[in-house]
Each structure stands twice: as C-alpha cells, then as structure tokens.
C-alpha cells in the first residue's frame, strides 16, 4: 500500500502539478494506468490494492458485519505513501521549489523509475498474475510520462546505450550514461530485494524456460529488445518522428508484446538491470549470475543494433539539422 499508493501520488504530482510537464495530453493515461499496473495485478495479490483512503473506508463500511478497523491501518500507509511521493517529487524537481535541476534529480529519476519497474516485475511473476506483461508495462508508461522530462526516462542499460551510440542526444556524454547505467542496476536489485522481503524471502530464477537452451534464450532477448530501443528511438529521440503524447503507451506496449511474445522462452527481459534484478533476488543461485551475464550482454547488443539501423532509418534528422543551418547561415 505504501510503495503504489506513493507511486500513484508521484505521478499525478509529475504529470499533474510540474509546471514543467504541464500542460499535456496523456495526464489521464498515466495516472489511470498506475492502477492497472499496482492494483489489479502487483500489489493487489498482497493488499487488495486501495491506494487511496476513501476507498479502504468504502470498503471497510461495506463490510462492517465481519468487522471495522482495518481503514485506519490502510489509511496510515497510504498517508505515509503520499509524504514519501512529495519528497522525492522535491528531489527530482528542484526547479518547481526555486532551485536547479541537477545531475542528483537525473540519477534519482533513473533510480526510482527502475525501481518501480523491477519491483512490478517481481510482485507479478510472484503473484502469479494472468496478465503480468501488461501490468509491468504500465508501470512502465507511468513512470516515463512522470520523468521522461527529468532524465528521458531511459529505466534500461540497453536503452541508454542505444540513445548514447545514436548521437542524438547531446546532453548525453559516455560519463553521464555510465552514471545512469549504475542508477538504473543498483535500483533494480534494490526492488528485488523489496519484491522478496513482501513474499517472505521467496524468489524466482533468471534462465531459459522449460524446453528453451540460451541460444533460443538470446535470439528471443536480442529481437525484443532491439524493438523497443528501436521504438523508443523513433518516439522518444528521432526530431521527424517523435510524439509528444503517445511516446509512453508506445514504448509500454513493446513490452506488453514482448513479455507475451517470448515469456515462456525466456521471461522477456528486455533489460540488463531487470536481469540482474531477478538475479540478485534469487541470491545469485542456481547460475542466475551467469545468466544476467549472458542475458545483459544480449540486450546491450540489441540496444547497439537498434542505434545502427535508426542511424539508417532517421538520417532525415541529420539531414533536416544540416538544412537549418544552412538557412541560419544564409
């Protein structure tokens, strides 16, 4: 209740309240989709998943006959789930409170919005939920739409290696995307250790599914994460086809299809820090070390593909800046 409900608040208070991010067209979209994400499918096997006092009240009345009380235990965790959203909404955007964005706001929206990835991967497959893909993706959406103006929302090693060897990116130096590379990992196995604790210390394995070898498991890995770097180049990067509001629910849905398309070949990571998440949620037992080796060295090299064929693709922007200094110049 405390982890959704502060994701909740968060994005409403980035999407909703930032003057930076306002006004937009995908306000809704975000906030409706932390629902989705948290409360049908994550948390909801742990909590029921309320998110919201008014409705651990509702719920509570409507079942007085079998007893009351619980609201006000519900109703202190999302409280303390609000507080905790406005502080780190404080952090990762001093200029809404009179200060300068800094490198401290980039690396702790890398942090948080891996964290909240991980942490959504985990509580569904051990939930068992019947609609994982789509519920991690929306954490997803949610969480790029909340930050992607504080540090582009990257949430992937991949994506950051991908965005960096395009070039497209200036404010992105080698030193920076190392930076966010370390962000992205150390936030991701601090979910898993989070995702574990709720289940009691319980774990899953990182590894090829039932019947899969790690040849099977890398050509899965390597297509579908070279379809989202490619994608979230072209929505997120590219000048001529980016798109201010779908971008999200773009970029969500290449892992809604790639978790479906080959979760039972490997579990669609899609990510070297969601890898080496699990990884470190399973103690690195039963050769998930060397897993997230292989399944991270895939990935980086889908996320490199992906940065040669948009070169290809998109040299239209390279050639749209050409022509406007020209006519600067002229």
């Known amino acids: 209740e405390i982890l959704y409900t502060f994701m909740l608040c968060f994005v409403v208070l980035n999407v909703a309240a930032a003057t930076k991010n306002t006004p937009n067209g995908f306000y809704g979209l975000a906030i409706g989709f932390v629902i989705i994400a948290?409360?049908?499918?994550?948390?909801?096997?742990?909590?029921?998943?309320?998110?919201?006092?008014?409705?651990?009240?509702?719920?509570?009345?409507?079942?007085?006959?079998?007893?009351?009380?619980?609201?006000?235990?519900?109703?202190?965790?999302?409280?303390?789930?609000?507080?905790?959203?406005v502080l780190l909404f404080k952090v990762v955007r001093p200029d809404e409170f009179g200060g300068e964005k800094t490198e401290i706001a980039e690396l702790a929206s890398e942090f948080w919005g891996t964290f909240m990835l991980v942490v959504t991967v985990g509580l569904n497959v051990m939930g068992r939920t019947p609609d994982g893909a789509f519920s991690i993706a929306c954490a997803l959406m949610s969480m790029i739409y909340a930050l992607g103006d504080v540090s582009g929302a990257h949430f992937n090693p991949a994506v950051t290696l991908a965005i960096l060897i395009s070039g497209r990116c200036a404010d992105l130096t080698a030193s920076k995307a190392l930076k966010y590379i370390g962000a992205q990992v150390i936030g991701a196995m601090a979910a898993s250790i989070l995702y574990s604790g709720i289940y009691n210390g319980a774990s899953f394995k990182l590894g090829p599914g039932t019947g899969f070898d790690y040849a099977r498991v890398a050509a899965a890995e390597f297509v579908f994460t070279f379809l989202l770097c490619f994608v979230v180049l072209s929505v997120a990067v590219s000048m001529q086809t980016k798109n201010s509001t779908m971008f999200g629910l773009a970029i969500g849905s290449c892992i809604?299809?790639?978790?479906?398309?080959?979760?039972?070949?490997?579990?669609?990571?899609?990510?070297?820090?969601?890898?080496?998440?699990?990884?470190?949620?399973?103690?690195?037992?039963?050769?998930?070390?060397?897993?997230?080796?292989?399944?991270?060295?895939?990935?980086?090299?889908?996320?490199?593909?992906?940065?040669?064929?948009?070169?290809?693709?998109?040299?239209?922007?390279?050639?749209?800046?050409?022509?406007?200094?020209?006519?600067?110049?002229?």
Not at 40 to 68: E, H, Q, R, T, W
């Open 38 to 85: 948290a409360g049908v499918y994550g948390a909801g096997m742990a909590s029921g998943g309320c998110f919201n006092p008014a409705v651990a009240v509702g719920i509570d009345l409507s079942s007085y006959d079998k007893g009351f009380g619980w609201c006000i235990i519900f109703m202190l965790w999302e409280f303390i789930g609000a507080a905790l959203a």
């Open 256 to 330: 809604t299809c790639g978790v479906n398309a080959i979760g039972a070949i490997s579990g669609g990571a899609l990510n070297p820090a969601v890898a080496f998440g699990i990884a470190m949620g399973h103690r690195f037992r039963d050769g998930s070390f060397v897993a997230a080796l292989i399944f991270g060295a895939t990935e980086f090299l889908a996320g490199a593909a992906a940065a040669g064929i948009f070169g290809i693709t998109h040299a239209v922007d390279l050639d749209t800046a050409v022509d406007k200094k020209v006519e600067s110049a002229a």
